[in-house]
Structure formats: structure tokens, C-alpha cells
């Protein structure tokens, strides 16, 4: 079986989760071509993505005449399904915040995958996120090409549900991934429930070399790590007030933040107002190496999110055998037992914040020790990327079997209208 990936942007230094699911679905035998509908344009620093962008393939990197080429082509071998696809292009972009006019676009890209998935042989396509990526896939599939599927992590589709379309994406994928169980009861609140069956809950997960790392031994230094992109979903400007008034009640501590954005700036004017350069470092983007260690030379990784989905670094935490404070927000909680692998704080609780952080700063570390061994064990259970990766390629396997009966069923109704007019 052949199938192929869809994101946005692949790889990207936050996507490490979705190039360890694509490892783990091909060490199931499954062969996995890789689409990104935008060229990657940010400088990659783990070598593992550099690896991954020699085997993806950019819908976009094929320029502007190729795009109208391909439009031609579906037009005139396709006609009906083109005029399919412009319909739903229609129906779609008439809600959308996007306008019509870029969902037009979303359909001369769905020209392109049509093209290359036939070239290739592709049987289904999986895409990543309920954005324009899965837009993209389902209007291939109106076109004529693949069935798909799609993986929602939130929360931003569930913050734009409607003019995503999430229930038109729905309808018409084989199968829907969620990350969490609250994942999955937001999906339910924007499709009808004749399609709630379609839903299935696959977590993200962490392999073996993550895993088997949880014995390093756990440094005394008072060193706390944030790790994710900086803006202000992420909490980082609630966490450096939380961190000055730590600092005012005189512990020594050092946190570091690992990661980059559009927000950095603004963090680096408050460090330097409430004069916290000796207690706040930024790293900017970190390789999976790197993320590693920082964590590792920490004793809690700390995420005081506004939003969230169920984030990936917590998972590699635990995992590391470190603890992991929290807002207690969307999938979190199904992650993080409170009390016995980590803290969930109030969000957006600046005394919540600061007391638990001055709590684990303070905390001898044979408790944190046992607390990330708990974290270790649970992630074992509920994030291992070859079990969760195993029940990602069991509905491929099925979608596949599902659509050669479909197949089949419509050779057989043809034989026999023929056999009636004949």
C-alpha cells in the first residue's frame, strides 16, 4: 500500500511529531510519499528534517504556470469531477475567512496532488491539521483522486470551525484523527452525528530513544525549561512576570526558553525591564538533539499555555523522566496526573504560576525523580509512537480494503447493466 502525507509546511522545527508518526507508519510496511503545499523556506538544524526535505515533494515549489497547467489538464481529462470540485470550491470559500478567491487557489493545488498522486500511484492521502491541508486533500478527492483522512489537533480549527468547514471535512474523509479525547468531543460539537463513528482517537507519541533515556540522573541546579514557539498563546510573557517575582524573593534559579517567534522580541524588552538576564535565557530553535538535553538539565519543563492541544514536549518530558507543570486546558489533563507526574496550574493564574514554580525549584530532587519515573511509565502506556503509529496503519489497511469492495461493487454493477442491454 502507497500513501501519501499533506502538510502545510513539511518539515518545520515544530513538526517532529509528524516526521516520527510518518517513520513509525513506514516501519509498518506502508511506503509513505511526503507532500508540503508550501516549499520550506525556514532554516532546518536537525538533520532529520534535512533528511525529510529530500523526500518532500512542495505543491507550490512547481510554480505559477505549472499550477495553471494543471488545472487545464484536470479540466479537460476530468470535466465532471472538475466542475464537482469548483462547486464544493464554491461552497466552501462562500463561508470561509479566506475569501473565495484563495480557496480557488486551494483547487488549482488540489490539481497539482491529483496529478502527482496519480504519477505515483498513491492509494490515500493523510493530512495534517484541519486547515488548508485537508482543504486540499478532500478537494483532490472531489476531483476524482484518492480518498483521505486527516489528523485535527486544535485549537485553532476548533476556534474556526465554521469557516474551516470542519463538517463538510468530516462528511467526507474515510476517517478523522484526534489527538486527545476532549479533541474528539469538540469534533463531535461541529459534525453531525451520523459521522461520529468516523472519529478516532491516535495520540501523538515519542519512540524508544526518548524513552530509554529517563534514568539520566537529575541535576540539583534550580534550571526550569520552556520549549515551544514564542507567541502569546504560548504564556512565555506570564512566566517571565512569574519569573521576576521569584527572582524579588531572592531564589537562584535559571529558565530557559527553547524556541522562536514572532513574540521574542517583546520578551526580551521584559527581560531586560525587570532585569532578569541572569535568570532568563533564549535559546532560539533547538534541534530534537538540543531539545533533549535542555530538558534533561532541567527539573521540570514548564508550559503555562492559553491554548493548547496536547502538546508534544510534555510527552517527551515525562518520557526524559522530568515532571511537567501545566494549565490545566483542553487535553492536558489526560496527559498529566496532578500530584504524581507534574502540576496543572489555573490558566492564566499568575500567582497559581509562581507558586508551583517556586514549589519544584524547592523540591528535593529524589521526589522529582520518582515523580518523572511515573511520567515515564504512563507515557510508555499511552504514547508509544509503534503502538499508536500500529492503530494509524490498521485504518489505512482498512480504508484501503473498504475502498477495493467499493471498487469491485461498481466493476460488478457495470457487468451487469451491460449484461441487461446486451
Same mark, same amino acid.
Given at each position: 500500500m502507497k500513501i501519501a502525507y499533506l502538510?502545510?509546511?513539511?518539515? $518545520?522545527?515544530?513538526?517532529?511529531? #509528524?516526521?516520527?508518526?510518518?517513520?513509525?507508519?513506514?516501519?509498518?510496511? #506502508?511506503?509513505?510519499?511526503?507532500?508540503?503545499?508550501?516549499? /520550506?523556506?525556514?532554516a532546518l538544524v536537525d538533520e532529520a528534517?534535512?533528511?525529510?526535505?529530500?523526500?518532500t515533494q512542495s505543491i507550490l515549489g512547481v510554480g505559477i504556470l505549472s499550477l495553471l497547467l494543471a488545472v487545464i489538464q484536470v479540466f479537460f481529462t476530468k470535466p465532471v469531477h472538475f466542475l464537482r470540485g469548483l462547486q464544493?470550491?464554491?461552497? #466552501?470559500?462562500? $463561508? *470561509?475567512?479566506?475569501?473565495l478567491v484563495r480557496n480557488l487557489a486551494y483547487l488549482a493545488e488540489a490539481c497539482v496532488l491529483l496529478i502527482k498522486s496519480s504519477d505515483l500511484e498513491i492509494a490515500h492521502i493523510h493530512a495534517h491539521f484541519g486547515t488548508n491541508s485537508t482543504?486540499?486533500?478532500?478537494? /483532490?478527492?472531489?476531483?476524482?483522486?484518492?480518498?483521505?483522512? /486527516?489528523? @485535527?489537533?486544535?485549537?485553532?480549527?476548533?476556534?474556526?470551525?465554521?469557516?474551516?468547514?470542519?463538517?463538510?471535512?468530516?462528511?467526507?474523509? *474515510?476517517?478523522?484523527?484526534? @489527538? =486527545?479525547?476532549?479533541?474528539? =468531543?469538540?469534533?463531535?460539537?461541529?459534525?453531525?452525528?451520523?459521522?461520529?463513528?468516523?472519529? $478516532?482517537? @491516535?495520540? /501523538?507519541g515519542v519512540d524508544e530513544k526518548f524513552l530509554r533515556e529517563y534514568e539520566t540522573p537529575m541535576s540539583e541546579e534550580p534550571r526550569l525549561v520552556c520549549v515551544g514557539r514564542l507567541d502569546e498563546q504560548k504564556g512565555?510573557?506570564?512566566?517571565?512576570?512569574?519569573?521576576?517575582?521569584?527572582?524579588g524573593e531572592?531564589?537562584?534559579?535559571?529558565?530557559?526558553?527553547?524556541?522562536? +517567534? =514572532?513574540l521574542r522580541g517583546e520578551i526580551e524588552t521584559a527581560i531586560a525591564q525587570l532585569n532578569l538576564h541572569n535568570h532568563i535565557e533564549i535559546t532560539g530553535w533547538a534541534s530534537s538533539t538540543q531539545v533533549r538535553d535542555q530538558i534533561l538539565a532541567a527539573r521540570a519543563l514548564i508550559l503555562p499555555s492559553f491554548a493548547e492541544g496536547l502538546p508534544v514536549v510534555a510527552m517527551e518530558a515525562l518520557a526524559l523522566g522530568r515532571p511537567v507543570i501545566s494549565s490545566c486546558i483542553a487535553g492536558v489533563p489526560e496527559l498529566i496526573e496532578h500530584g504524581n507526574c507534574g502540576w496543572l496550574i489555573t490558566p492564566g493564574s499568575l500567582e497559581d504560576l509562581t507558586a508551583t514554580m517556586g514549589k519544584v525549584l524547592q523540591l528535593p530532587v529524589k521526589k522529582l525523580q520518582q515523580m518523572g519515573q511515573t511520567g515515564n511509565e504512563l507515557v510508555a502506556q499511552r504514547h508509544n509512537i509503534a503502538v499508536e503509529t +500500529?492503530?494509524?496503519?490498521?485504518?489505512?489497511?482498512?480504508?484501503?480494503?473498504?475502498?477495493l469492495l467499493q471498487q469491485s461493487s461498481i466493476r460488478v454493477g457495470l457487468s451487469d447493466e451491460n449484461l441487461v442491454n446486451s
Open positions: 502538510v502545510n509546511h513539511y518539515p $518545520h522545527v515544530s513538526h517532529s511529531f #509528524i516526521r516520527r508518526e510518518i517513520i513509525g507508519i513506514e516501519a509498518w510496511g #506502508i511506503e509513505v510519499a511526503r507532500f508540503s503545499i508550501r516549499p /520550506c523556506t525556514s528534517d534535512k533528511l525529510e526535505l529530500r523526500k464544493l470550491t464554491w461552497k #466552501i470559500g462562500w $463561508h *470561509s475567512d479566506r475569501g482543504t486540499v486533500a478532500m478537494l /483532490c478527492h472531489a476531483l476524482g483522486g484518492p480518498s483521505y483522512s /486527516c489528523t @485535527i489537533h486544535g485549537p485553532q480549527e476548533f476556534d474556526r470551525a465554521t469557516v474551516l468547514a470542519l463538517d463538510e471535512k468530516i462528511k467526507r474523509a *474515510s476517517f478523522v484523527v484526534a @489527538i =486527545s479525547s476532549f479533541g474528539k =468531543s469538540q469534533l463531535y460539537r461541529w459534525c453531525d452525528r451520523q459521522y461520529w463513528s468516523k472519529i $478516532h482517537v @491516535i495520540h /501523538c512565555h510573557l506570564l512566566l517571565v512576570e512569574a519569573a521576576a517575582k521569584l527572582a531572592g531564589l537562584d534559579f535559571k529558565l530557559v526558553f527553547v524556541g522562536d +517567534g =514572532s +500500529g492503530k494509524l496503519a490498521a485504518l489505512f489497511q482498512s480504508n484501503e480494503v473498504k475502498d
